[in-house]
């Protein structure tokens, strides 16, 4: 049997269980990827190159299969897709290259990369059967949205003196620039009356940049639960988290 038509037959054999694999790996782990996730700026027809890398985490004799899932399947290829890795080879680097599509939507988008150990063979040559292992890296692509697009979310952490500390780290995920960003916090009590109110520092954010916003409360009110509304003001834009 041909390589390609033996490749075919182990990828048909294993992508049917590749989600349950997959979720199961923690527990059979002779495998592992590193890095667990692989972050990529869009830009139209860009060809970008990297590497992950194989770990054979159990020093076994093993093949492998690396394959390509998600919306990219089609635009990334790698230097080696099915290798055998000795006990005595601990790791392997791949190197891949991935040639963004000319349109996406804006937004992210996710594909990834599989690496599959192939079912070891028993002594008479058959295909044993078992769990196969399977890892994956994560490959996050986002698109920039045409005009002000802001993402935030709200961090809260506290200290034995009553200071209460919001920190709402903001990424701009537009194609302009953000002159003024800030945010007002309002502090709600359990019958739902507001008892504080303040505003955070203001910062510009570039495109494509994150950075925090942050202020810190002299939380001066009795013991209860309390609730924290944020609105973050970007320009003429608001976002409520």
């Known amino acids: 049997m041909g390589i390609e038509r033996r490749l075919t037959c182990m990828l048909f054999m294993v992508l049917l269980a590749i989600s349950a694999v997959i979720a199961g790996s923690a527990q059979i782990s002779a495998l592992g990827i590193t890095p667990g996730r692989i972050n990529l700026n869009y830009e139209s027809g860009k060809e970008f190159s990297g590497g992950f890398t194989i770990v054979n985490t159990e020093n076994k004799d093993i093949e492998v299969v690396i394959v ?13 897709v099915s290798f055998k890795m000795k006990a005595s080879e601990r790791e392997k680097r791949i190197q891949y290259d991935l040639k963004m599509p000319s349109q996406l939507s804006p937004g992210q988008h996710i594909g ?10 028993s002594s008479a040559g058959e295909t044993s059967v078992g769990a196969t292992v399977a890892v994956a890296t994560q490959l996050f692509v986002f698109v920039p949205y045409p005009n002000k697009y802001a993402e935030a979310s709200l961090d809260i952490v506290s200290d034995a003196l009553g200071k209460i500390t919001f920190v709402i780290p903001v990424t701009n995920r537009g194609k302009l620039d953000l002159v003024k960003v800030r945010a007002n916090i309002d502090i709600y009590g359990a019958l739902n009356e507001k008892v504080a109110s303040f505003n955070t520092n203001q910062v510009e954010i570039k495109s494509g940049e994150r950075r925090e916003i942050a202020y810190t409360w002299n939380a001066n009110v009795t ?12 320009d003429e834009e608001t976002l409520k988290l």
Request: aromatic share 12%.
């Open 68 to 80: 390509a899932q998600g919306e990219f399947n089609q635009s990334v290829t790698f230097s080696e």
């Open 223 to 234: 013991s209860g639960t309390y609730r924290a509304v944020a609105t973050v003001l970007y």
């Open 112 to 121: 990834e990369v599989v690496a599959i150990q192939v079912p070891s063979k």
